[in-house]
C-alpha cells in the first residue's frame, strides 16, 4: 500500500486488538465430551455456525452465541445446556488486548483518529476498549448498527457516524471473511491485514499484511 493518511483509521476489535478466546472457552467447556483428537474440528464448527448466526437480522449477542453453541452441540450429538452456553458470553467483557496492541495503537493515536466497529454489545465491549489503553474517537458496535460484519450495513452505519466515504478510511482487521471481504466490496481500498493466523492470508482482496499491530506504524510511515 502506497503512503495513504486516512482521516480514520478503523479497526475490527475481537481477534484483531482482544484475544478472542471462544475457541479456548469451548475447549475448557466441552472437554469432558469431546475427544482431543476431535476439538479442533468442534472449534471450527463452533466458530463456522457463529458467522451463521450473524449474516441474518439483528439479535443481541448472547442469542448469537447461544445458537451457535446449541447448533454444534446438535451436530455433534452432545447435550446442549443453556447455563454452560451462557459461560461463553459471560466471559468476553474479562478478555484483554494481545500484547502487540497497546504500545502502538497510542503512537498512531497521536496522529490519527481511532475507531472500533465491532459485532458486540455495548454492554460488553467498554469493558475491553478500557483494557487495550489506547485512546479511541469513537466505539461503534453491531447493536448501535442493528447489523452484524460481514453485513454491509455495519460497514455503512459506521461511515454515517463519521461523515466519511470509503475512502477516506483505513481498515484494520485479522479476519477477512467478517471484515476484509466486505470492506472491498464497499469500496475501501486501503487495509490492513493483521495475520495472527486465525484465517489464512489470502492477497487478491487487496491489503497489506502485517504480523501483529506493532507492524501498523511502519504502514503508516510513523
Known amino acids: 500500500m502506497s503512503l495513504f493518511k486516512p482521516k480514520f483509521i478503523t479497526f475490527d476489535c475481537y481477534g484483531t486488538l482482544i484475544h478472542f478466546e471462544m475457541g479456548e472457552t469451548a475447549r475448557k467447556l466441552y472437554a ?17 455456525y457463529r458467522l451463521d448466526e450473524v449474516l441474518g437480522a439483528w439479535k443481541p449477542y448472547r442469542y448469537v452465541v447461544l445458537g451457535a453453541i446449541e447448533r454444534t452441540c446438535k ?3 452432545i447435550p446442549f445446556d443453556v447455563a454452560v452456553a451462557n459461560k461463553f458470553y459471560d466471559a468476553v467483557p474479562t478478555w484483554g488486548p494481545w500484547p502487540d496492541v497497546t504500545e502502538p495503537l497510542r503512537r498512531v493515536a497521536k496522529e490519527f483518529p481511532l475507531v472500533i466497529l465491532s459485532n458486540a454489545m455495548n454492554s460488553q465491549i467498554h469493558s475491553n476498549v478500557a483494557n487495550i489503553g ?33 475512502e477516506d478510511i483505513l481498515h484494520v482487521s485479522s479476519s477477512l471473511r467478517y471484515d476484509l471481504m466486505p470492506a472491498r466490496d464497499l469500496g475501501i481500498r486501503n487495509k490492513v491485514f493483521v495475520a495472527r493466523g486465525h484465517e489464512p492470508s489470502t492477497p487478491e482482496y487487496g491489503y497489506t499484511e502485517i504480523r501483529d499491530i506493532g507492524g501498523l506504524p511502519g504502514v503508516l510511515g510513523l
Open 134 to 166: 489506547a485512546p479511541f474517537h469513537k466505539v461503534l458496535t453491531a447493536e448501535d448498527a442493528q447489523a452484524y460484519k460481514p453485513r454491509m450495513r455495519a460497514f455503512e452505519y459506521m461511515f454515517d457516524q463519521l461523515g466519511c466515504g470509503p
Open 75 to 77: 451436530r455433534w450429538n
Open 32 to 48: 469432558d465430551v469431546i475427544a482431543p483428537e476431535h476439538m479442533d474440528q468442534f472449534v471450527a464448527d463452533f466458530a463456522g
